[in-house]
């Protein structure tokens, strides 16, 4: 039973692959497994409580992933303490943000193999309890197929039938074992059909996702964390889906925006906020960042109808000013005014938004020169192994610049330039999808690729220039149709889904460009009249950082200041695709190198309870005698079965004494009779579950681990005790 569990959690697990990298990870939560279920199984021959072999099994699965993620604050490496805890939480946090950052597949980083690991040790720990602690066999197929959703719950398309049937297999092999055979022939015809069933009725049945045209609804998608993640898998779907509905006082139709990604200091752009402000209620949000009294606006009243965006970020114009008629509890941070709850989404929504469109003028854009205001210093932050071409490329394109505006429109017609084109397809066929610091190399080298790497490009740019810069996501203004009351109704599709800059100006505040060629619009500035004195407050005396330029390649510590050769907790630059330590494979090979021989017979003993159930005495006394042979009792082929029953009484309590009785009984009339004796194999385990509480921890050990029945042949007999 337990190496069926075993291997059921196997292939459930092998079915992530869609979604994480590489296989090394998955030899290391085998190996949590593995521990996990022999501790409970080996404590399970000791005892007859049902809930300790459980406990073991969780105890040990807790001391294998001390050994593998805190030997250096736990005691002896494997006995966990406060320190652990602090430990595990570091890593549970790191796993936590690299999935929300990561594309798909993600490498399993030290995060996110942690969080496997506890997974399938609670998986595990789970169906051994419901096996045996609950005697409920059937009901391990729960813990099985929520670790089977994962792929699809992260994308629809990432579900694997192979491995659910390879996995449902293994279940249902769990569910044989401890049929009946009289049943078995059902069981399996109803197993096949729902296997089938499972496989082909997806196929045959119309998809429920409809297309925009039809005004349906739609499976819906979803942003997650970080909406730049899979916002080009979104693009690149066959059927765009409706995502909203909109109408406005704006005649030109809006950008909506989800959120800006403003923190580039790691692999790859994401929101410093994602956390909902209590107290920030949206009927009366704060005043746009940087927004100076000249600039001139215009407040824009836009009504938005939501269908399918599965967010938590709510779509609205920059800057929002109050929303209306939402359900649920929203809130607004201060930085990008992004809109997000935690226990609502977006789906379904119908709300008002009162806006300012902000429109500055050439002038005053000018007028702001190169300054960099306190407190947005942070908007420059570069990651050290940003590629060196970015820099030289953003000062070669803005030679001759003297000023932030002046720079930033230089970049925006590079991009929109004939250099370049707009392609979904090719960064994930020449592989540098993804808006990480990795991928902008080969895109600008590429000159192909589509809302993501053009605006990550621009925003990173412009920070080696010393242009404050992040990345808004959101959607494009998308298609508008009038109205018989004379408003112009807007229709917004995956098809619209974009991401774009946003530099920040001095006495300004953020700004939208447009670098993606071919999609969305690029934003008009109008100048100001000569005699207008009309001016930002824009003060000169602070200085603007000089552009920084990247380093080609992240600099390398001498060895005495590398932290990764003298502290062994330290992750090391390779640490998200290394495989497993050595000693875990070669442990792992050890342990199901001494499991095979406890493996094979407990496939014997499985065998031949199946032919006691079917009327053989002879099968259930060749078991009684392999069982006293592996404890070390005489089984001396020679001596008769009441001889042999002598020699066994007196390991046998009173119910195990009259079972054997019965047994040989049964085994007697067979030979005269065939299929007569009828034996019960229930008596077979009553037998053997006496002579095992009969012996001693040593011979218990030696029958689980390395049962001598199986090499009886070629040994001596066991002489009487």
């Not at 909406?227 to 109408?247: E, F, M």
């Not at 299929?675 to 053997?688: E, Q």
């Not at 509480?693 to 040994?715: E, H, T």
Request: aromatic content about 8%; some cysteine; glycine content about 8%.
């Amino acid at each position: 039973m337990s190496a069926l569990m075993l291997l059921a959690i196997g292939m459930a697990a092998a079915g992530l692959n869609s979604v994480i990298a590489d296989v090394a990870w998955w030899f290391t939560i085998m190996t949590v497994a593995l521990f996990a279920l022999v501790a409970a199984a080996t404590v399970r021959s000791f005892t007859r409580r049902r809930v300790w072999p459980t406990v073991a099994g969780a105890a040990t699965a807790l001391a294998t992933i001390t050994v593998l993620f805190a030997p250096g604050q736990s005691i002896l490496g494997a006995f966990p303490t406060f320190d652990t805890v602090e430990r595990f939480q570091e890593l549970s946090a790191a796993g936590s943000n690299s999935i929300s950052i990561q594309s798909i597949p993600a490498n399993a980083d030290e995060g996110i193999l942690y969080l496997l690991c506890v997974g399938v040790a609670v998986i595990a720990v789970v169906m051994d309890g419901l096996a045996f602690a609950l005697r409920a066999p059937a009901a391990t197929g729960v813990p099985l197929l929520v670790l089977l959703l994962v792929p699809g719950l992260v994308r629809s398309d990432l579900d694997n039938g192979f491995f659910f049937v390879l996995t449902a297999s293994a279940w249902i092999a769990i569910l044989l074992l401890r049929s009946p055979p009289s049943g078995r022939r059902i069981a399996i015809g109803i197993a096949a059909v729902a296997i089938i069933a499972g496989l082909i009725v997806p196929v045959v049945l119309p998809p429920l996702e409809s297309t925009a045209e039809t005004g349906g609804t739609a499976a819906g998608f979803s942003t997650g964390i970080n909406p730049i993640i899979t916002l080009g898998d979104d693009l690149r779907r066959g059927d765009p889906s409706l995502a909203l509905r909109y109408t406005s006082t704006d005649p030109d139709g809006l950008y909506l925006r989800l959120t800006a990604l403003d923190d580039f200091s790691g692999r790859s752009w994401v929101s410093s906020n994602t956390d909902t402000i209590v107290g920030n209620e949206v009927s009366a949000i704060g005043a746009a960042p940087g927004l100076g009294q000249n600039v001139p606006v215009t407040t824009v009243t836009t009504d938005i109808k939501v269908a399918n965006i599965l967010s938590r970020w709510l779509p609205a114009p920059y800057a929002p000013v109050s929303v209306t008629g939402l359900v649920g509890a929203w809130s607004w941070e201060p930085d990008a005014l992004a809109i997000r709850t935690d226990r609502s989404s977006a789906r379904g929504q119908a709300y008002s938004v009162e806006s300012l469109r902000i429109a500055p003028s050439i002038d005053q854009l000018i007028a702001a020169g190169t300054t960099v205001e306190p407190g947005f210093e942070r908007y420059l932050a570069l990651p050290e192994d940003l590629p060196g071409v970015v820099a030289s490329t953003a000062i070669e394109v803005t030679a001759g610049a003297t000023t932030n505006y002046d720079r930033a429109l230089a970049l925006q017609s590079y991009f929109r330039g004939s250099e370049f084109e707009y392609s979904e397809q090719a960064p994930v066929k020449d592989g540098y999808d993804g808006s990480g610091a990795s991928v902008l190399a080969a895109f600008l080298e590429a000159k192909s690729g589509y809302c993501v790497h053009f605006s990550s490009a621009m925003a990173s740019m412009a920070r080696t220039l010393g242009i404050p810069a992040r990345v808004a996501v959101g959607f494009t203004p998308g298609q508008g149709e009038e109205q018989d009351d004379g408003t112009t109704q807007y229709t917004v599709t995956t098809i619209n889904l974009h991401a774009w800059p946003e530099l920040y100006f001095a006495g300004i505040g953020w700004v939208r460009f447009e670098p993606t060629p071919g999609r969305g619009f690029v934003p008009e500035f109008a100048p100001l009249a000569v005699d207008d004195p009309a001016t930002p407050g824009v003060d000169e005396s602070v200085p603007a950082p000089p552009p920084t330029t990247a380093p080609t390649s992240t600099p390398s510590l001498p060895p005495e200041e590398d932290p990764t050769a003298t502290d062994p907790q330290s992750v090391g630059p390779d640490a998200a695709t290394a495989g497993p330590p050595w000693w875990i494979l070669i442990a792992a090979a050890v342990a199901a190198l001494l499991l095979t021989p406890g493996v094979v017979r407990a496939v014997r003993r499985a065998r031949r309870l199946g032919q006691v159930s079917s009327g053989s005495a002879a099968a259930a006394w060749d078991e009684l005698r392999d069982t006293a042979d592996d404890l070390g009792l005489r089984t001396d082929s020679g001596r008769t079965p009441r001889q042999l029953s002598d020699d066994l009484a007196p390991h046998l309590s009173p119910q195990g004494i009259d079972a054997l009785a019965r047994l040989r009984g049964a085994l007697e009339v067979e030979a005269f009779a065939e299929h007569d004796g009828a034996p019960d194999p229930d008596d077979v385990r009553v037998v053997i579950g006496s002579l095992r509480r009969a012996a001693g921890v040593r011979s218990r050990v030696l029958a689980v681990f390395a049962p001598r029945s199986l090499v009886a042949r070629w040994l001596p007999e066991v002489a009487q005790p």
